[in-house]
C-alpha cells in the first residue's frame, strides 16, 4: 500500500485524494483477492467467485471513500472489512441457495438432496439432534473445519485450544460422538 499522509486527510485537496484512491484500490486488488480466495470454505469453492467479491468491494470502495479522504492505511483496513463483509453476505446467499434447493447458474452438476422423502426428513431430523446434543465446542469444531473449510490454526485461535492436536482430537471425538448417535460411520 502506499504511505500514510503526513499533513492529514483534512489538508488534501479532494482531486488529489481521488488520484490516490485510484492508485490505492489498483494496488489493494491482488491483496483483497488473496484475502478473499483464503477464506473460501474449501466445499464452496466453485460456488463463490472471489473476483466478483472483489469487484463488488472495490465498487463500494470509490463510492463510498470517494469523497471522504483517509490516510491510506485506514482506506486499506476499511477495503478488507469490506470484501470480508461482501464474501460473508456471497457465503450466506449460497447456503440459502443450496438450503432451499436453488442452484447458482450453470451449475447443473451440483443438485440439493431430495429432502422431501419421508427417509430424508427422518434422517435429517437425527442429524439435527444429534448436533445438537453435542457440546458447543465440538460442534464448532466440525463446522468450522467440514463446512467453512478453515485451517486447523484457525479453529485452534478462535476456539482458544492449546494445539493443533487438541482440535483434532476435539474433531475425531466429535465425529465418534455423531457416529454412535446415528448408529454408523459420520464421513
Do not use: N, Y
Amino acid at each position: 500500500m502506499a504511505e500514510e499522509t503526513t499533513g492529514g486527510p483534512a489538508a488534501e485537496s479532494g482531486e488529489a485524494w481521488e488520484r490516490r484512491l485510484a492508485a490505492l484500490l489498483s494496488q489493494a486488488r491482488p491483496a483483497l483477492l488473496a484475502f478473499v480466495r483464503r477464506r473460501i470454505p474449501a466445499p464452496l469453492r466453485g460456488r463463490i467467485d472471489p473476483e466478483d467479491v472483489v469487484q463488488e468491494t472495490l465498487v463500494m470502495g470509490i463510492e463510498k471513500l470517494q469523497g471522504c479522504p483517509r490516510a491510506d492505511g485506514e482506506a486499506g483496513r476499511w477495503l478488507a472489512a469490506a470484501a470480508r463483509h461482501r464474501l460473508w453476505h456471497g457465503l450466506r446467499r449460497v447456503q440459502r441457495e443450496a438450503t432451499v434447493g436453488l442452484l447458482p447458474e450453470g451449475d447443473g452438476a451440483l443438485a440439493a438432496p431430495d429432502c422431501d422423502t419421508p427417509e430424508a426428513r427422518e434422517g435429517m431430523r437425527r442429524l439435527a439432534k444429534a448436533l445438537g446434543a453435542l457440546p458447543d465446542r465440538a460442534r464448532r469444531v466440525l463446522w468450522m473445519r467440514r463446512i467453512e473449510g478453515r485451517s486447523w490454526a484457525e479453529i485452534v485461535r478462535v476456539l482458544d485450544l492449546p494445539s493443533v492436536g487438541a482440535a483434532q482430537q476435539l474433531q475425531r471425538r466429535a465425529r465418534a460422538e455423531l457416529a454412535r448417535r446415528l448408529g454408523g460411520d459420520v464421513g
